[in-house]
Every structure is written in structure tokens, then in C-alpha cells.
């Protein structure tokens, strides 16, 4: 069974940090792009952060240089280190994770392409 566990949401104001982690089980760790995913209210699930064990870690534009997504290869966990967070950062943050032999590496904020998936964990921003 495959199963991803996010932790590390919370609330904090504005220019706060949180670190959000995903610890994965039931998959090829070596071979799985992960990806951190969020979704804000009456918004679209979009693509934050992504990741392979050996190639590029990719980040959206709105959180370059804020966010900082890393891998522990030996506890199967990614985190997300969210650093001068904004208001509007609050969203609900998913981690997910595919074969990287899925889809190419171009469509890492694609949704779709994503098989499995965390249950979200809530990231509120207050100013």
C-alpha cells in the first residue's frame, strides 16, 4: 500500500517559516518525482515544488527563493522549508508522487499526472 503522510502546517504570521514533511512508503523511492502541490480556496491545485533523487528540484515562480524543497533518501521524506511566507501562501499543501517515467519532467505541476497523493495539510498566513 502506498502511502504518503504530510506533517508541519500550522499558522503563522506573515514573514514567519514552517517546514512541512512527507514521509513516503510503498513506492520505488529512487525512481518517484515528489512534489509538493497547494490548493487556497475557491483557487486551483497548483505546483510548488519538485523533485528527483538525482536531477533538478524545480520551484513555481511565486515562491523562488522563499521555499527550498530537499529529500532524505534514507527516511523516504521531502520537506518543504517555507521561509518569508505571505498571506498568500495560506493554502492547503499536498505531497505527491509519481514514476518519473510517467510524464516528463515539464509537466512536474500537472496534476493530473500524479498518482498518489497525501492527505493535505493546512498552511494558514496571517498578516
Known amino acids: 500500500e502506498v502511502q504518503l503522510v504530510e506533517s508541519g502546517g500550522g499558522s503563522v504570521q506573515a514573514g514567519g517559516s514552517l517546514r512541512l514533511s512527507c514521509s513516503v512508503s510503498g513506492i520505488s523511492w529512487t525512481s518517484a518525482r515528489m512534489t509538493w502541490f497547494r490548493q487556497a480556496p475557491g483557487k486551483e491545485r497548483e505546483g510548488v515544488a519538485s523533485s528527483w533523487t538525482s536531477g533538478t528540484t524545480y520551484y513555481d515562480d511565486s515562491v523562488k527563493g522563499r521555499f527550498t524543497m530537499t529529500r532524505d533518501n534514507a527516511k523516504n521524506t521531502v520537506y518543504l522549508q517555507m521561509n518569508s511566507l505571505k498571506p498568500e501562501d495560506t493554502a492547503v499543501y499536498y505531497c505527491?508522487?509519481?514514476?518519473?517515467?510517467?510524464?516528463?519532467?515539464?509537466?512536474?505541476?500537472?496534476?493530473?499526472?500524479?498518482?498518489?497523493w497525501g492527505q493535505g495539510t493546512q498552511v494558514t498566513v496571517s498578516s
Open positions: 505527491a508522487a509519481r514514476s518519473v517515467s510517467a510524464a516528463r519532467v515539464s509537466t512536474w505541476g500537472d496534476e493530473k499526472t500524479y498518482r498518489y
